[in-house]
Structure formats: C-alpha cells, structure tokens
C-alpha cells in the first residue's frame, strides 16, 4: 500500500511510478524524530489502562478455574472442572455474539465524539443499550430451551452433566448481564473512557473475590463450583453498575438520562 502511495509499486490504473499529468510523485518516509511525550501520552494510557484491565479479567477467570478444580475429591473435582470449562465456553460464545455490538457502538459513539455531537452519541449508546438487552434475552431463552440438548451434546458423563446442570442457571441468568455490559464497554471505549473501564474492573474484581470468600464460608449446601459462577456474576453485575454510573454521569462524556430528562 506505502509502495503504491509513493510510486514505487503499480497501481490498479497505471504503470509503475506512473502519475496523472501535473501531480508529483509522494514519497512516505518513517519519522525521523522521537514524538513528544504528549503526542506519546494517550497511547501509553490507552495501552496500559487495557492491559489492566484484561490483566485483572484473566487472573480472575483463572482463579476461578483453579477453585473449580478442588471442588471435592478426585472424581468429584474432574467432574466440577470439566462443567465449568463447558460453561466458560458457553459463556465465550454468548460473548461473541454480543461482542458484535459492543463493536458498532465504540465505532459510532467514536465517530460522535470526533464530531462533537453529543446527541448522536446518546442515540447511540441508548439504542446499543436496548438491543444488548434484547439479545441477551434471546440468547438466555434458546440456552434454556436447549439446555437437555447441551448437556448431551458436550458430554455423555453423567457426573459433569450434573455437575453443569447445577451452574447452567447461572449462566442464562447471566445472558442478558453479560449483553449489557459489553455494549457498555463498547460506548466506553469509544468515549475514550480506558482509565475508568481499568479501575472498574479492578473494582469488579475485588468485590467479586470478597463474595465468593463470603459465600464460601458461610454456604455449604452448594459446591464450590456454584460459588465460583456466583462470584463471575457478581464480578459481571459490578461491572454493569460501575459503566451505568459512568454513563449517566452529568459530567461524564455519555449523559445518557440527558435526553430523558428534558
């Protein structure tokens, strides 16, 4: 693409090096000047603040793993560890699908804050909002019509199917959390907001390890398998209330009510 550009490579419409009588031929060089620390600044947040946060998300999801793997005995824990890989991976695969829109809305609520109009990005984002929910609907409805035919699907053990049995209602419960907050992300992101989204996660993940040490010690009729996904959503549900704060924050770059309220 560069060796099109500067003339060095033949372009669709003409020979090498060849240009449009009276244009001259673009040479792109690599900058020879190290930037300055506030052209720098932005990418050095923006990278780091993601890297927090994905960081915080990884340790938890593989201390959860960890935590399903000793729950009980020997059978009983392969049992517990795989129903909580089919469940990750059911949950995986709902994110994907609700990934897509979390994809549109940073892309749009982006192109409104270049423009400035902050109108657009409350449609948006409220429109993205309406949507994740109804997708997350969705997607818990066919996961609870189907669930007989995944747990045959997956696995034909009878103590992993139920082992899954046990946590599959908490994960359709978490459908339409897990929806809603990835579009969030999605509006976040493209506000620009990935210092917060770091910190909030940071916060997610605190709370979340807090409940799943209190309801560990003080539950003992459920396993610890059903403890770890009671953590994840409580991890998820943090989550939802901390970008709802954020985006309906008067002095935040969403005020999202800002419309509702006039």
């Known amino acids: 693409f560069l060796g099109v550009l500067s003339g060095m490579l033949p372009s669709a419409e003409g020979e090498l090096g060849k240009k449009p009588e009276g244009e001259t031929t673009k040479s792109i ?3 020879r000047s190290i930037p300055s620390w506030q052209e ?23 201390s959860a793993a960890a935590l399903a793997a000793r729950d009980g005995e020997a059978d009983s824990a392969a049992a517990s560890m795989s129903a909580h890989q089919i469940g990750v991976q059911l949950w995986i695969l709902g994110s994907f699908i609700s990934d897509a829109l979390a994809a549109a809305s940073q892309a749009l609520v982006a192109d ?7 109108l657009r990005i409350r449609t948006v984002s409220q429109t993205v909002l309406i949507y994740s929910m109804i997708l997350g609907i969705i997607l818990a409805l066919l996961l609870s ?14 103590d992993t199917q ?39 996660m940071a916060l997610s993940g605190a709370v979340g390890a807090v409940s799943f040490l209190a309801i560990n010690s003080n539950d003992s009729s459920s ?22 704060v954020k985006m309906v924050d008067t ?12």
Do not use: C
């Open 223 to 244: 396993s610890m398998l059903v403890h770890v996904w009671t953590a994840l959503l409580v991890l998820q549900l943090v989550r939802g209330i901390t970008s709802t």
């Open 112 to 118: 409104g804050m270049g423009r400035k109009d902050s």
């Open 40 to 62: 720098f600044k932005p990418l050095l947040v923006a990278s780091s603040s993601l890297f927090l946060r994905t960081f915080v998300l990884q340790l938890y999801l593989s």
């Open 162 to 200: 139920q082992a899954l049995k046990e946590i599959i209602p908490l994960i359709i419960l978490a459908q339409p959390l897990n929806a809603y907050v990835f579009a969030a992300d999605g509006i976040l992101q493209g506000a620009s907001e990935f210092p917060f989204q770091a910190k909030s």
């Open 145 to 158: 019509l189907g669930t007989d035919g995944v747990l045959q699907l997956f696995t034909t053990d009878v």
């Open 29 to 31: 060089l690599p900058a």
């Open 251 to 262: 002095n935040g770059p969403i005020q999202i009510w800002k419309s509702l309220e006039k």
